[in-house]
């Protein structure tokens, strides 16, 4: 049953975006993200099936989800993603089905991905250079990625987003050079706070404020604010001239917890309702004991009820419980 949202939580937030990470696998070894000793891969048979997938897909869409975003680990190295998209893309209520890739795979995917239902697309570029996506990603794919893009673009993925994390002393020399890429495609360059998660290096030292990177820009171009959702994550911007227009994801400096719509299911199948806290219940464990849609919607709500008001000061984060950033998908 669709309608009415049930998943408003103490503070008045009414969640109605849901992240599932289908897998912690993933093809490129990214430094912010993945702990350079590796992960333990989660064995096969924890992570969640397609039909618990959309199961679980089904009961939030009942409770109010209308967007649902595939992430992972990498997505597309799960071989039963088209079949998993195409039920999922089929679910009545559902108004956004979303996916956040490395791209790597996208050359030969991208039209049978809009095919199958997919109606949104960021992909994760953080250098326009090959020598620093090596550096940056362990893998020598930036030119699989650029493919990627251009086949992204081809099959109509438009504002095709392109998330960059930028971390000064890596890469923050090129937020102009994806200002520029920006010019003449239709795409949405989003800069994102680099963010503390286990193991990932960060550092106050390595965060680049929002203020910082957007007075880089404006010495340069005149940023013209673009009216967003409240729930909106990203502060949007056009700029005279171009196609492509850019955002800040600001979760360090200007967080956005106060219009936060977000829940996020882990591969495992564990739901988090906030990016920063560590408290989990596990969907999959009820519904593998013969629990009813009912006991999963309980422990949803449950979930929803206990959603802190916002994340701790980021120094905190440092040091706090939680997951990597690749077993929980951004
Ligand atoms: S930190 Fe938590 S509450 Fe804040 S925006 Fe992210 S998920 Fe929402």
Redesign the pocket.
Known sequence: MTGENRLIDRHGRRHSYLRISITDRCNLRCTYCMPPQGIDWTPREEILTADEIVRLGTIFVGMGITKIRLTGGEPLTRRDFNQLAERLGALPGLKTLAMTTNGISLAKRAAGLRAVGLNGLTISLDTLRRDRFLQIAKRDQFDAVMEGIEAALAAGFAPLKINVVVMRGVNDDEILDFVDWAKDRPINVRFIEYMPFPDNKWSTGGLMPYVEMRAMIARDYELIPLLGEATA?GKDFRLAGHSGTVSFVT?MTE???GG?N?LRVTADGNIKS????PAEQSLRDAMRAGGTDLDVERLITQAVDG??A??PPMEELMTMKNRTMIEIGG
């Open positions: 994550v979760s967080s956005f917890c936060c977000r906030c990016l920063f806290h959603k802190q916002a994340h």
